[in-house]
Each structure stands twice: as C-alpha cells, then as structure tokens.
C-alpha cells in the first residue's frame, strides 16, 4: 500500500525559513511523481501553491519554493509571514492515480 | 475567470449512492490536457484523491475506491458528476472538485471549488 508522509506538524517564528518535505513509501521523490503543493486554511479550500516540483502559480508569493531535496519533495518558505499558519498538503503521481500526504500543521510562533 | 462549484445531497443514508455535480466555466473539458478531479476531505482529516476524467474521456480512480467510483462528463453542459455507490458513515467529508491541466511536462492543479459538505447518516 502506497503512503506518502509528511510531518504531522512544525513551529516557525515570524521571519523564519522553514521546509516541509514530502516522502513516498515506494522510494525516492522524483521529477516524475509531479509533487504539487497546496495550502489550507480552515474552513477554506484548498488553493494551489507549486506544481511539477518546483513551479509557482501565478498566485504564489516569491517566498515559497518547491524542490526535491534528499530524496523527499520540498516546499520551503523563506521570510515567514503570520497568515502562511494553517495546512500544508503535497500531491503525488502514482501509475495513472494520485495520493495525498497526510498534511502538515504549520504554526507561526 | 475560472470557476468550479460542488453540489449535491448535504445528507445521505448508508448503502445508498450519492452523485455530485462539478459545474465550472472559464475553461472547456474539450480542451487537450484539461481534466477534472474529485478530491474528499473527511471532518479533521486529510485530503483523499478519489477520481479524475480527461477531456478526451480517459478516466482514472483510486485504487482503494474504484469499485464504488464512476466518473462522466458532460462537456456541453460544463459538468462533471462522480456517483459513489454504497455510502458508508465513514465518507462523511467535503467533496471537492478541481482542475487538472497539462502544460508542456509539467503537472498542476490549479482552480479548486469551495467544496460541498455529505453526510451519511440514518
């Protein structure tokens, strides 16, 4: 069975530079898998953050980044900011499906 | 502007089947490389891939529900409707629908609708 983990939650201060990573039971992270990244805020949807590894929407602040990184995707956010605390979740490419990671709480503090 | 919308029964009884309709406008479901996805998140949970159809029909679903899961579309009315079948209490969630596109090698889902909350309860 396919799992795709990231952690459950991290703690930044307002400033800080902090990655959330995104890892596949089923081996290294690669271009292939298109990680997508996304963001949520409660009681909101979803909104799209990085797509293919390391692309920003148009949408996107210039502080987040998407790599891959030790055989893990990455999403780093450079220079904090208060409203960047809520929920992070990475998309993964699976033989024709795709999976979702179980989301990382991120809190600004 | 691109937008995605839900809808559906707020409340359904366990074995029964639910059906959903993505309505969306700005973007055609004739367009290569353009699909639509459905995408469930139970109450405190995590976000579940569920199934997702392209425009040229190809229709793809989770592998954990693709017996339960039927996707179609209907690309003059811009819908996209997912039925369910056998509704259990634990597929209480929001449902929600989005935009996959292809563009040269790269991946992204983009456009996402607010969601619409199903209960399943008797």
């Given at each position: 069975?396919?799992v795709?983990t990231?952690?459950?939650?991290?703690?930044v201060?307002?400033?800080?530079?902090?990655?959330?990573?995104?890892?596949?039971?089923?081996g290294?992270?690669?271009?292939g898998?298109?990680?997508?990244?996304?963001q949520?805020k409660?009681?909101?949807?979803?909104?799209?953050?990085?797509?293919?590894?390391?692309?920003?929407?148009?949408?996107?602040?210039?502080?987040f980044?998407?790599?891959?990184?030790?055989?893990?995707?990455?999403?780093?956010?450079s220079?904090?900011?208060?409203?960047?605390?809520?929920?992070?979740?990475?998309?993964?490419?699976?033989?024709?499906?795709?999976?979702?990671?179980?989301?990382?709480?991120?809190t600004?503090? | 502007?691109?937008?995605?919308?839900?809808?559906?029964?707020?409340?359904?009884?366990p074995?029964q089947?639910l059906?959903?309709?993505?309505?969306?406008?700005?973007?055609?479901?004739s367009?290569?490389?353009?699909a639509?996805?459905?995408?469930?998140?139970?109450?405190?949970?995590?976000?579940?891939?569920?199934?997702?159809?392209?425009?040229?029909?190809?229709?793809r679903?989770?592998?954990?529900?693709?017996?339960?899961?039927?996707?179609?579309?209907?690309?003059?009315?811009?819908?996209?409707?997912?039925t369910?079948t056998n509704?259990?209490?634990?597929?209480?969630?929001?449902?929600?629908?989005?935009?996959?596109?292809?563009?040269?090698?790269?991946?992204?889902?983009?456009?996402?609708?607010?969601?619409t909350l199903?209960?399943?309860?008797s």
């Open positions: 069975q396919t795709v990231q952690e459950p939650s991290l703690t201060s307002p400033g800080g530079t902090v990655t959330l990573t995104c890892a596949s039971n089923t290294a992270v690669t271009r898998y298109y990680p997508n990244w996304f949520q409660p009681g909101q949807a979803p909104r799209a953050l990085i797509y293919s590894t390391s692309n920003k929407h148009s949408w996107t602040p210039a502080r980044s998407g790599s891959l990184l030790g055989g893990k995707a990455a999403l780093t956010l220079g904090v900011q208060p409203e960047d605390e809520g929920e992070y979740y990475c998309l993964l490419y699976y033989d024709y499906s795709w999976m979702f990671g179980g989301g990382t709480k991120l600004v503090l | 502007q691109i937008t995605l919308k839900e809808s559906g029964p707020t409340l359904v009884k074995t089947t059906t959903l309709t993505c309505s969306f406008s700005g973007f055609s479901l367009t290569s490389g353009v639509v996805a459905w995408i469930r998140q139970p109450p405190g949970k995590a976000l579940e891939w569920l199934a997702l159809i392209y425009w040229d029909d190809d229709k679903y989770s592998p954990s529900l693709k017996s339960r899961l039927t996707i179609t579309k209907d690309t003059s009315k811009n819908q996209v409707v997912l369910m509704m259990d209490p634990v597929d209480t969630a929001t449902y929600y629908c989005a935009r996959k596109y292809i563009v040269g090698t790269s991946v992204l889902f983009d456009y996402w609708g607010q969601g199903v209960t399943v309860s």
